[in-house]
């Protein structure tokens, strides 16, 4: 039987992702991919692999898996409770584990996202030019669904490669916050500079349907100063569209391809991966930026993103609990409220 | 090229060419001739485009290239934009069986508008539809140029699930459903044609600017297209645009 990693039990929202499906908008396919992908990036660096390699993202509690290969090097990056055979195993680290053994991923400790990455990937099909599962669609990952009890991810690599484990100190990660960074527009000259200035004001809190296709906001209802329909026309990762409930939407890698809502303004993709580890009830608010700062930010985040490998290390035993929680261990994550001076 | 353009910031990963704000022939014809240009000049750094109704969605990566490179791009090709420029689609000519149990709402629509089920369908096939737009769904396409006697709101319940190859109808547009979906619009028929297929080399029939005709046909010939279209045999015929 060719190598695979079995799933045992499966969290609730268990979906492969990689970088997005890209290519395809114009003919209404939604990109998907992780939604952050500095945790995939992560994940992937421990395992030896490209950062966007497709690996499994987890939500709030991650599932079991059992090695159906001479072995596999699996890593686990996010603050998740995981156990190997039963013993406490630690994550943001690879482990090379032996036919039979289980891996089990239970709920996170913080944050809420987690990414499951092997060395060498996994062995599936890409559709429509990625394997990023969206679930609407029914595209990618295992018949574009989510992971199940009794699916087996093929492996690409028979056996673990070469080289020991590696570790990564999360707080190596580049630093985020739930202070989130927007450019203006493209329609925010349907808002008044009140309107605008009330949203930029506001703490936003984010309500309980939220998902991957969009982080809708509970706060001072938003008005418009031209209605609130649009033509509709094409949707960047991060808009905030504004309905007519005057409750902003951040659209997320799940978003539909177009939509007829102002668009006050857009997160920048950094910040994006920052709100994936924000949970229903957390507070964001938001800060504009101009596009140049914009365009700074994103070439140092993703600077920090390619520097990842560099910044792994051998795995010498497990991180110990205390060592984690004297982390800051949504990488940085501060309190969006009071963010500090220095959270830039 | 005759609309004007207006570029607009969207975050640190795209920009908007926006041409104007009607849904109008011309006015979507000058956004693909855009998207055209664009395509075709391969700047560095262009991740994709979206043609819309009025709009070109630009997805870029930051790290090869900015908005200000890509808009300077933009405008000079919108410049040089012939504003009677050839158009690059093509026409789709897509059996249609209108009525009965693929067409549900056939008789609701000729009854509040007060035509026969057989004008209503004549009016249908006589209609030259323009995909403004693909969308909601893959190969979801928009068609605008429903005849103005056929205008009427959407169903009062929409249906949890409508099937594959719907051809519907809402407010003042129509549209061919590629996937099964939940639809508050009005079903008329059902096309036997797949436009979406992962199995084509290209999986998506219709594209922006492309064209759509309707034939009508019985239920025994859609019967037998349908058993081509599952053994992804059935291609249906097309022209190209002038």
Known sequence: ?344 | MTFPLTLLPAGDTALVAELGDAIDPALNDAVQALDAALVGANPAGLIETVPTYRSLLVHFDPCLTDADTLGALIRALAAGLDQAGTQAGRRWFLPVCFGGDLGEDLGFVAGRTGRSEAEVIGLHCAADYRVYMLGFSPGFAYLGGLPAELHLPRRDNPRLSTPAGSIMQGGAQACVSPMAMPSGWHILGQTPVMTFDLRRDQPFLLAPGDRVRFMAIDRDRFAALATLAAAGDLMPDSEALA
């Open chain 1, 1 to 344: 039987m060719t190598a695979a990693l079995k799933v045992l039990a499966a969290g609730p929202l268990s979906t492969v992702q990689d970088g997005g499906r890209h290519g395809y908008q114009r003919y209404g396919v939604s990109v998907a991919g992780a939604f952050d992908p500095v945790y995939l990036a992560a994940a992937n660096a421990l395992v030896g692999n490209a950062a966007d390699e497709g690996g499994i993202e987890l939500t709030m509690t991650g599932d079991t898996y059992e090695v159906g290969a001479d072995t596999v090097r699996i890593a686990l990056a996010g603050d998740f409770a995981a156990t190997i055979d039963g013993e406490a195993a630690a994550p943001w680290r690879s482990h090379t584990l032996a036919r039979g053994q289980v891996l089990k991923v239970g709920a996170a400790r913080a944050g809420l996202r987690g990414y499951v990455a092997v060395a060498g990937g996994f062995a599936l099909v890409p559709q429509l030019g990625s394997v990023s599962t969206h679930l609407r669609n029914r595209l990618g990952g295992l018949d574009g669904a989510r992971l199940k009890p009794g699916d087996r991810l093929p492996l690409r690599l028979p056996a673990a490669p070469p080289g020991g484990d590696r570790s990564l100190d999360p707080a190596l990660l580049p630093p985020r916050s739930l202070a989130l960074r927007v450019v203006p527009g493209p329609q925010d000259g349907h808002f008044s500079p009140d309107q605008i200035a009330a949203f930029l004001e506001a703490a936003w809190t984010i309500g309980r349907d939220s998902d991957r296709m969009g982080c809708r906001l509970e706060g001072p209802a938003i008005g418009h100063a031209k209605g609130f329909n649009i033509i509709s026309d094409g949707i960047p990762l991060g808009a905030v569209q504004v309905p007519g409930s005057g409750q902003p939407i951040i659209l997320l890698p799940d978003r539909q391809t177009a939509g007829g809502y102002p668009k006050i303004a857009c997160v920048i993709k950094p910040d994006v991966a920052a709100l994936a580890q924000a949970r229903p009830g957390d507070v964001v608010r938001f800060q504009a930026v101009t596009a140049e700062a914009a365009l700074a930010i994103h070439r140092a985040w993703r600077v920090a993103i390619a520097a990842l490998p560099a910044l792994t290390g051998p795995a010498g035993g497990d991180l110990g609990s205390e060592r984690l929680l004297s982390l800051n261990l949504v990488g940085g994550m501060v309190d969006a409220i009071n963010p500090p001076e220095d959270a830039r």
